[in-house]
């Protein structure tokens, strides 16, 4: 039998959350090849490298899970000037250590509970994936907008685990 695919995201760079979010909500909203409107996944992901990296921040929009959708189509590519900026890439299964919050997702809050979460995982003897790397990634479950209390996580990689 041939592997299960793995789960498919569009993808952007970004300096400005709010630029990332416009973007990916272009590409769902029909700035694709098919010219659907697609429904992404949640939680939003955003890769933050280390304060000293070179490296852009990425955010994430989960497209396509292949143990829910069996024999769906892939997303389509971005299409018109989107296709320079938005990338679909396959997502690699990882493991990850997870802090839930709710505060208000600034950078130095969430770098703040990045460090907790490290200092944690060492604490109970795993292996986190290299800082100058990846930092961590910042998911949030709720709209942008939303009124009510946002529901945010941070996600560190662990290069160890006993599992």
Known sequence: PSPSPSPAAACVEYERRIDAFGT??????????????????????????????????????????????????????????????VSLEVVPTKVFAVLSFSDPTTETVVRGYGRLLRRAVARDGLVPVDAAVEELQLAQYDALNSLKTRRSEVWVELEEHPW
């Open 24 to 85: 990916l909500g272009a590409y769902t909203n029909g700035a694709n090849e098919r010219g659907e409107e697609l429904l992404p996944y949640v939680p939003s992901l955003m890769s933050i490298p280390a304060a000293t990296s070179e490296k852009s921040k990425a955010m994430l929009w989960p497209m396509l899970v292949p143990a829910v959708e069996r024999g769906q189509r892939a997303p389509p590519q971005p299409s018109g000037r989107y296709d320079a900026f």
